[in-house]
């Protein structure tokens, strides 16, 4: 078993920046490719960004692209998510989630262990 804990959401103005950790326990950290989804009221849970195991790939989805960066830390069983210029939009619960699969794969059916979500909140 792998234990997932968010932290770092809250309230930010538009354009402000946020800064998510996912703090991981019980088994070997980087045996697991670690990602951020997200999900909105109303709305589906959705890809956010994705590391591999040794922290060397990463792959974000479009609409984060160049404003989020999804780093790692092996020896402190920690995942990162920075998140620069944030609009409206990007409101939502943010999970942290891992698998022990190599492969990259942006489906949420893909992960084995999930966090309880940490809220990000975008005032306009």
């Known amino acids: 078993q792998v234990q997932l804990v968010e932290s770092g959401g809250g309230l930010v103005q538009a354009g402000g920046s946020l800064r998510l950790s996912c703090a991981a326990s019980?088994?070997?950290?980087?045996?697991?490719?670690m990602s951020w989804f997200r999900q909105a009221p109303g709305k589906e849970r959705e890809f956010v960004a994705s590391i591999s195991k040794g922290g060397s790939g990463t792959y974000y989805a479009n609409s984060v692209k160049g404003r989020f960066t999804i780093s790692r830390d092996n020896a402190k069983n920690t995942v990162i998510l920075q998140m620069n210029g944030l609009k409206p939009e990007d409101a939502a619960v943010y999970y942290c989630?891992?698998?022990?699969?190599?492969?990259?794969?942006?489906?949420?059916?893909?992960?084995?262990?999930w966090g309880k979500g940490t809220q990000v909140t975008v005032s306009s």
């Open positions: 019980g088994r070997t950290f980087s045996d697991y490719r």
């Open positions: 989630a891992a698998t022990d699969r190599t492969v990259l794969s942006t489906l949420d059916s893909w992960y084995h262990y």
